[in-house]
């Protein structure tokens, strides 16, 4: 994750239909414009001495008490690049929960991964807490994430910490819906054949310049301002506060929905994502994205999600 911060909000809808129109950051095409959690999770962190990546990959049920949730196909993969020593990037889930997030840290030495495990274990320990409540689960995420906030700014004051911080970007099944939450520049998309739509809206000072018109998508691809791809505008855990964006997805059979850092995103545009995600095997498709990502330079940590839903 690029390690520059800039605390410039914007407004948003806590929850909204489908994908936002107002804008999509530079590099992507539109179509229409450190404790365990608790519960059966997977948590992923690599760091340089152990194996370079690491793939979860798994087809199980998800039912919940409140409603019936759709069958689901999970497989996660997580590589630290061509370029990093240490992997800054997280990952979680937990199908009983119906619950999935990835976390890409930022804060510089070993920082950004203690930032981005600290917040993927507050978002899951918060959601199974809320499990048996009947609180809506747009706002059991907007809890996790105010959760993983709080652990991250406090343990950001320690000096060795100072400065940490992590973007957030999580989905969590509601019937036959995914309820999305991000902050940064972390994405999720939805695909339907070979049609990918990006989901959420990056929190980035490249994207806030398309959608104040200083750039379009064309030229913020060719743009050369110095530092302005790194910077992002909202992130978990570098104030007392942090303010998600959230939007509904349907999740109806034959839908699949990525998750992913912007270590992958950087290198691939959403019509090359459809693509190889409609031609490749599901269980393979994590690594086949992440393979692209590195021949094309692989800079950053690649970490992706990939969720479908299954016929009943």
């Known amino acids: 994750m690029t390690e520059e911060f800039s605390n410039k ?7 909204s ?4 129109e107002s804008a999509l950051p530079a590099g992507a095409e539109q179509d229409n414009a450190s404790g365990a959690p608790r519960g059966p999770m997977t948590h992923g962190s690599i760091s340089f001495d152990e ?75 918060s959601f199974a807490d809320s499990a048996s409540s009947d609180i809506p689960v747009g706002t059991r995420l907007l809890h996790a994430i105010s959760a993983a906030n709080l652990d991250v700014w406090e ?3 320690v000096p060795e910490n100072k400065g940490m911080g992590t973007t957030a970007v999580v989905a969590a099944l509601e019937g036959d819906k995914l309820i999305l939450g991000n ?53 978990v855990g570098v104030a007392p506060e942090v303010q998600p964006d959230f939007f509904s997805v349907d999740f109806s059979p034959g839908t699949t929905v990525l998750l992913a850092t912007d270590g992958l995103t950087l290198y691939l545009r959403q019509g090359e994502i459809g693509a190889i995600l409609a031609s490749s095997p599901f269980e393979s498709a994590c690594a086949d994205l992440i393979t692209l990502a590195k021949q094309r330079g692989g800079q950053d940590n690649i970490t992706c999600i990939l969720l479908r839903a299954l016929p009943a």
């Open 155 to 157: 343990n950001g004051q």
């Open 51 to 125: 194996p370079e990546n690491e793939v979860v990959t798994s087809t199980a049920p998800s039912v919940s008490p409140a409603s019936m949730r759709p069958r689901i196909a999970v497989s996660a993969l997580t590589d630290v690049g061509c370029v990093r020593t240490n992997n800054e990037d997280s990952f979680g889930y937990d199908e009983s929960l119906g619950v999935f997030v990835i976390c890409d840290g930022m804060g510089g030495m070993t920082s950004g991964e203690v930032a981005s495990s600290r917040a993927v274990t507050a978002i899951m320990n």
């Open 183 to 235: 902050v940064g520049d972390s994405r999720a998309y939805s695909v339907q054949g070979d049609k990918c739509t990006q989901l959420t809206v990056d929190h980035s000072l490249i994207n806030e310049l398309i959608r104040n018109g200083t750039l379009t998508l064309d030229s913020a691809q060719k743009a050369d301002i110095p530092g302005m791809r790194s910077v992002v505008t909202r992130a």
């Open 9 to 15: 909000p914007l407004q948003a809808d806590f929850l």
């Open 17 to 20: 239909e489908g994908p936002s």
